[in-house]
């Protein structure tokens, strides 16, 4: 059962939906989607670890239900933006002295911000296919980009070079990397392909942080990095990477040498979205962790 509604946010709304009952005994989970300005669909399958628990999505500001705002300046959109949403929607469902987070890539890195502010009510962490650093993030993109076939990346080059990103000869060649390196299981299932097209219908928040495309970043998040801060982290934390995640393993490493309470499970047969991509083997590993929390 989910209801869904609005939290005013300002001027804006911030939708969200709700999956099982707030008031139950396991500690409600706070979904956080990537981007940054991707929707909730493609982290609906994380219905699956309600139950005990309510597991609350939400669409962050600037696209899916949640208010747009196409002609905001770029410099509009903050990290501190999105971290006082966030505690805004925690305080609207009255959630805020007992909840756990799971943020998925640019989730996970705003979950990460989030937590080395130390808020009162964090009880767990779970940062899923997310970098420590944009610089590691696109290191690691520079590199898998190499291992393409060389006519798809000199296909990348050429329009990221003559700034023609927007052309469907760019997107033909990005798809092939995301199917490496986003999300193996192809076609992309239905819900995964639902925020697709809402990133290609308001583009406003990826282009404006992050760029084009995963692996072209210049956007404001590019220089981006929590490494020197994530030891603030002071609750359990939980870290998810695909083996052949664009997440790679040296871009999380930092979270693993520096979160004092860490574990982290690495899905050998995905990439950015083992919840996707090995379902039950996710639920079954982050289940496990959000009934250590308490
Ligand atoms: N899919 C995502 O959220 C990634 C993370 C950094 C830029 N986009």
Redesign the pocket.
Known sequence: MATEGHAAFGDHQTWYRITGELGSGGVPLVALH???G?THDYLLRLTSLAGDRAVVHYDQLGNGRSTHLPDAPADFWTVELFLAELDNLLRTLGIADRYALLG????G?LAAEHAVRRPAGLRGLVIAN??AS?RL?SAAADRLRAELPPDVEKTLRAHEADGTTDSQEYKDAVDVFYERHLCRVVPMPDEVAATFEALDADPTVYHAM?GPS?FH?IGS?QDWSIIDRVDAVAVPTLLVSGRHDE?TPETVQPYADRIPDVRWEIFEESS?MPHVEEPERFTEVVGGFLRTLS
């Open positions: 990537g981007g940054p991707c998925q890539s640019w989730g890195m997310s970098p944009m993030w992050n995963e970043v998040l997440a950015h």
